[in-house]
């Protein structure tokens, strides 16, 4: 399967099952990717889409321009079948809103499980997100937990997420649930990466070489 520049391949509609995980990736960097790998394989997903956020709405503008985090993408996944890159909201107008992503998946996988994939950080402040109560009505959601440490779930989303937590009878749902998971979470982060990088300090092994030689080559977070 080769990356989706498009948002659309005529082999992905018979998807039966798909990961989306969204983000600046400003850089992409190894725990991301082996985040994307782990749930890929828990979830016996199709793929894993990685959807660039052009304009977040709930952090910072990103330091590389949209054209070069969307490079960085496509030399990370190069090789990787299952993980593919999808720039549908770089051709979206406005914010790039979560539910609006959804949406748009959903009326071209109208068969298909989706998965949302999310940071356990990201999970506690959904209900300040745009439509949030939405999201579940469109797919699933994967919320990813660092190793030893319990999901702390806000005091006033305690009850909504009670009531959506999923378990194995509910794997043939194809939205409208809260799956948990603990992975291995490689403890990297961009704001690192950009930090070492404008020290002088080198990524290697903390991306992939390619996305690191383009670095360098077009000087990005000096």
């Not at 952090?59 to 990370?76: I, T, V």
């Not at 009326?107 to 579940?136: K, R, V």
């Not at 699933?140 to 909504?160: S, T």
Request: with cysteine; glycine share 6%.
């Amino acid at each position: 399967m080769d990356c989706i520049r498009n948002g659309a391949s005529s082999g992905i509609k018979m998807a039966k099952a798909v990961g989306i995980l969204g983000g600046t990736f400003d850089p992409i960097h190894n725990g991301h990717l082996r985040s994307a790998l782990e749930i890929l394989e828990e979830f016996d997903l199709d793929h894993v889409r990685l959807v660039l956020s052009a304009r977040p709405p709930h952090r910072d503008q990103p330091f590389a321009s949209e054209e070069q985090r969307l490079e960085m993408l496509y030399l990370a996944v190069k090789n990787h079948s299952k993980i593919v890159v999808d720039d549908r909201e770089l051709k979206r107008e406005g914010p790039s809103y979560s539910v609006d992503t959804l949406k748009s998946l959903r009326d071209e996988l109208s068969d298909t499980t989706l998965y949302l994939i999310l940071g356990s950080d990201a999970f506690n402040h959904l209900s300040s997100w745009y439509e949030w109560q939405q999201l579940l009505k469109l797919s699933h959601i994967v919320v990813m937990q660092r190793p030893g440490e319990p999901l702390a779930v806000r005091e006033d989303m305690k009850v909504w997420y009670e009531e959506h937590l999923g378990s194995a009878k509910h794997r043939a749902l194809s939205s409208g649930k809260i799956w948990p998971v603990k992975l291995t979470q490689l403890n990297i982060s961009a704001t690192f990466i950009r930090d070492d990088i404008s020290k002088g300090v080198s990524p290697i092994f903390l991306m992939p070489d390619p996305v690191m030689r383009l670095i360098e080559e077009q000087s990005l977070y000096q």
